[in-house]
Nanobody, 124 residues
Framework: QVQLVESGGGLVQAGGSLRLSCVVSGRSFTNVRMGWFRQASGKEREFVAA????????YYSNSVKGRFTISRDNAKNTVYLQMNTLKPEDTAVYYC?????????????????WGQGTQVTVSS
């Protein structure tokens, strides 16, 4: 059974930083695209960042570009989201997602497995 477990969320002041981690277990990490999505209270889930299987290609939403960095360590079956210069509007539950395929994708339908989410709260 495939499991994705996120960690690293919490409460931070505006301008601060957090690093989220997501460990994938139960399947090979080979040829798997990874992404981060988020859902704020009362809003739809939205794309945040994605990374290709090899890690050489990344893609970000306009709202986080230049502030967030996605990376992965395939030897550890882990993907990271470094979040800097956080803003109150970044407050949301953040979800890690995995999908079959080497290319990155911003589309939630290209992901087959999802974590349970980790809460990120940014105070003003």
């Amino acid at each position: 059974q495939v499991q994705l477990v996120e960690s690293g969320g919490g409460l931070v002041q505006a301008g601060g930083s957090l690093r989220l981690s997501c460990v994938v277990s139960g399947r090979s990490f080979t040829n798997v695209r990874m992404g981060w999505f988020r859902q704020a209270s009362g809003k739809e889930r939205e794309f945040v960042a994605a990374i290709s299987w090899g890690g050489s290609m990344t893609y970000y939403s306009n709202s986080v570009k230049g502030r967030f960095t996605i990376s992965r360590d395939n030897a550890k079956n882990t993907v990271y989201l470094q979040m800097n210069t956080l803003k109150p509007e970044d407050t949301a539950v953040y979800y890690c997602a995995a999908g079959q395929g080497s290319r990155y994708s911003p589309n939630w339908s290209d992901y087959d497995y999802w974590g349970q989410g980790t809460q990120v709260t940014v105070s003003s």
